[in-house]
């Protein structure tokens, strides 16, 4: 049985005094979920939320971190001093930090090496954009997206990676893919890392859905066979919204 992960990435969003009334919320609401529940608050809130989840079986994840292990890079943050706060976990590749701040698949292939080496789990995003799904390149750009970064890696650290498979199209923007295509495209995934990893690789191996995911549709989307659950944006910020989400697992 593959591991059914709901993951919420605040992006930019809540302060300390918001995050602490989420995860107190998120807390209390927390029955026994059937999916690993992970959060991801900003860089600042990171320590706080560590500390307010230690007696709780929620995770907490990174939005992001540099390439490099340290030095002049002023504003950035190190996947050490991300360790060091007690946090394990880092997403990387998201479509925000690869249009807005240009981040190639070369340097998204530096941070996820760097992460490994330092042993933190994962969540590798990517997806395509709107004119690639019309033109029906979704597949090729997936492909190619997931060979660049993930397919040098040694088979034994993919037990340290989650992808996020997340349509540019379908985030923030209330469209979701349909279950349907959602399927089709996790389906296709899986073959990839079937095909150079293996059975047991591709077997194991969680893979998410991100975009516009809701209280609304995420039974539907989450019962495909090859979805394992989902990265939440704006739902995530909403306690009753994200415990909806994750009890739809
Ligand atoms: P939304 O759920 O707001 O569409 O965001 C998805 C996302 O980008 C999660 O990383």
């Known amino acids: ?19 602490s009334a989420l995860l107190q919320e998120l807390k209390r609401m927390n029955q026994i ?63 925000e930090r690869r249009s807005l701040y240009s981040e190639t698949d070369k340097v998204l292939t530096e941070k996820v090496a760097l992460a490994l080496h330092e042993n933190m789990e ?18 090729e750009v997936v492909s190619h997206q997931l060979k660049t970064a993930l397919f040098d890696l040694d088979a034994s650290l993919w037990k340290k990676i989650i992808l996020a498979y997340e349509p540019v199209w379908a985030i923030g923007t209330g469209e979701t893919a349909s279950p349907k ?44 066979p090859d979805v394992d659950g989902g990265l939440i944006g704006g739902a995530s910020l909403n306690a009753n919204e994200f415990m909806a989400i994750v009890n739809a697992i």
């Not at 049985?1 to 995050?19: E, F, H, P, Q, Y």
């Not at 996790?186 to 059975?199: D, N, P, T, V």
């Open 1 to 19: 049985m593959r591991t059914k992960i709901v993951a919420g990435n605040w992006k930019m969003n809540n302060d300390s005094l918001a995050t």
């Open 33 to 95: 979920s059937k999916a690993r529940m992970i959060v991801a608050p900003a860089y600042t809130q990171l320590a706080q939320a560590v500390n307010l989840l230690k007696d709780s079986s929620i995770e907490v994840a990174a939005q992001n971190m540099n390439a490099e292990v340290s030095g002049a890079f002023t504003g950035e943050v190190s996947a050490s001093m991300i360790k060091g706060v007690g946090v394990s976990i880092v997403i990387i590749g998201h479509s």
């Open 122 to 139: 994962v969540i590798f995003c990517f997806g395509e954009e709107l004119s690639h799904r019309k033109s029906g390149q979704h597949f």
């Open 181 to 224: 295509q959602a399927q089709e495209i996790h389906a296709h995934i899986r073959s990839l890392i079937h095909q150079k990893f293996g059975e047991s690789v591709s077997s194991s191996l969680s893979i998410l859905y991100g975009g516009s995911v809701k209280p609304n549709n995420a039974k539907e989307i989450f019962s495909q």
